[in-house]
Nanobody, 116 residues
Framework: EVQLVESGGGLAQPGGSLRLTCAAS????????MMWIRQVPGKEFDWVATIDRDGIYPIYRTSVKGRFTISREVAKYTVDLQLDDLKIEETDRYHC?????????RGQGTRVTVSS
């Protein structure tokens, strides 16, 4: 069974940092691209970043380039998202997600609150 469990959210001040972790099970992250998405309650999901299945070519939403970093540890089955220089408007619930054989999977998410 595919499972994605996020952790690491919390409260950060504007300009602060958090590190989110996605623990994957039921499949190998070395064989799948992995992504982080975020959602404000009542709104659609916004894509944030993707790391390809080879772990070589991360891509980012324009607004987070240079501030967020996606990475993975295959042996630990984890995908991280380092959030630096956070902005108030980035208060959202962050989810990791993947797409396996025509099925989309998404974890329950972890809440990030950016406030002074």
């Amino acid at each position: 069974e595919v499972q994605l469990v996020e952790s690491g959210g919390g409260l950060a001040q504007p300009g602060g940092s958090l590190r989110l972790t996605c623990a994957a099970s039921g499949f190998s992250i070395a064989s799948q691209g992995m992504m982080w998405i975020r959602q404000v309650p009542g709104k659609e999901f916004d894509w944030v970043a993707t790391i390809d299945r080879d772990g070589i070519y991360p891509i980012y939403r324009t607004s987070v380039k240079g501030r967020f970093t996606i990475s993975r540890e295959v042996a630990k089955y984890t995908v991280d998202l380092q959030l630096d220089d956070l902005k108030i408007e980035e208060t959202d619930r962050y989810h990791c997600a993947t797409h396996i054989t025509s099925v989309n999977y998404r974890g329950q998410g972890t809440r990030v609150t950016v406030s002074s």
